[in-house]
């Protein structure tokens, strides 16, 4: 080895009385008391008792609140008999289509009333399931028909 830092030599403490010198670390000898207290003093460490944390929610309250609002909206919604038959494939209507998506807020109007995307029916589309895929499969598609609005 070509260290310059040399192993401390001397008698361990955990080692009978009359054991030859050795290389020691905290008094121990290196090759067996010392990896074995370590072991215990880790061990000693690892069992204590870990206070259980609280997970973080998957939804905040604020949107949970909004949540709530917008279940029974969008059965008002579809409920009318304007919005029963979807206006692409001719089938009943099972989804709720937002225009301008569902963050943010549409207009200084809606900002001022604190009426949220996902809250506000005059961006509501009512359609089918296979409506609703062929309007987020062709985006140019349904910006030229009227289905989409742009989002800036």
Not at 14 to 39: E, F, L, N, W
Not at 100 to 113: C, L, P, T
Not at 132 to 151: A, C, D, F, T, V
Request: with cysteine.
């Amino acid at each position: 080895m070509n260290s310059t830092i040399k192993d401390k030599i001397g008698q361990c403490i955990d080692c009978p009385p009359g054991t030859p010198d050795q290389p020691i670390i905290k008094d121990r000898c290196k090759k067996m008391h010392y990896k074995r207290h370590r072991a215990e003093v880790n061990y000693s460490k690892s069992s204590k008792e870990y206070k259980i944390r609280k997970p973080i929610p998957k939804v905040s309250k604020k949107r949970a609140i909004e949540n709530a609002k917008y279940t029974v909206k969008r059965l008002e919604f579809l409920g009318k008999p304007e919005n029963r038959k979807c206006p692409i494939t001719g089938q009943e209507t099972t989804d709720v289509h937002h225009k301008m998506g569902r963050v943010g807020f549409a207009d200084q109007w809606a900002r001022i009333n604190s009426i949220p995307l996902l809250l506000d029916t005059r961006f509501w589309l009512a359609v089918s399931r296979d409506g609703h895929r062929q309007i987020e499969e062709n985006p140019s598609w349904s910006k030229q028909m009227g289905y989409s609005l742009n989002r800036l």
